[in-house]
Each structure stands twice: as C-alpha cells, then as structure tokens.
C-alpha cells in the first residue's frame, strides 16, 4: 500500500532515471540536423576534436552531447541503425 502511493508521488526508479536523461536527449536531438549534414571526412575531423579537447583537459562531460550526436550519426549511416 505504502509502496504503491510512494510510487505514484516519486515514480519508479526507471522513471526517475529517464526524467534526468532527458535533458541529454533533448540537447543530442537538437544537434541531429547539423551532424547529419557532415560528410565522413568531417566526421573524422569531429572526433580528433574531441580527442584534442580532451588532451587540453576537457571532461568526458564537456563533449559528452556532440559526441553522442556524432556516434549516432556514424551508426545510422554503417549499420542502418538510428539510435536511442
């Protein structure tokens, strides 16, 4: 009972996990129409970016969206597969 009504106020784990990934989501989705309109070669060019942004002490976290973007971007044109 007690577990029920906690559930409804919080949500459930699951829930709540989505609620903050959400905002990453959003932010990954809104870039799409500029990764797409990359050529491979420019791709290439993003990922040693993010290296060099990492090497000058970016966080994973400082790259985290426009990487997601990129990854998802590459898998959908080699695997036919758009991600998340």
């Given at each position: 009972?007690?577990?029920?009504?906690?559930?409804?106020?919080?949500g459930?784990?699951?829930?709540?996990?989505?609620?903050?990934?959400?905002?990453?989501a959003?932010?990954?989705?809104?870039?799409?129409?500029?990764?797409?309109?990359?050529?491979?070669?420019?791709?290439?060019?993003?990922?040693?970016?993010?290296?060099?942004?990492?090497?000058?002490?970016?966080?994973?976290?400082d790259?985290?969206?426009?990487?997601?973007?990129?990854?998802?971007?590459?898998?959908?044109r080699?695997?036919?597969?758009?991600?998340?």
């Amino acid at each position: 009972m007690y577990k029920l009504l906690i559930r409804k106020i919080f949500g459930t784990k699951n829930e709540r996990d989505l609620k903050k990934l959400q905002p990453y989501a959003s932010a990954i989705n809104e870039l799409e129409p500029h990764i797409k309109k990359l050529d491979n070669n420019q791709i290439r060019v993003k990922t040693a970016e993010f290296r060099e942004k990492l090497n000058q002490g970016a966080t994973l976290d400082d790259v985290l969206i426009e990487a997601y973007a990129v990854v998802r971007e590459v898998a959908k044109r080699t695997i036919n597969m758009r991600h998340f």
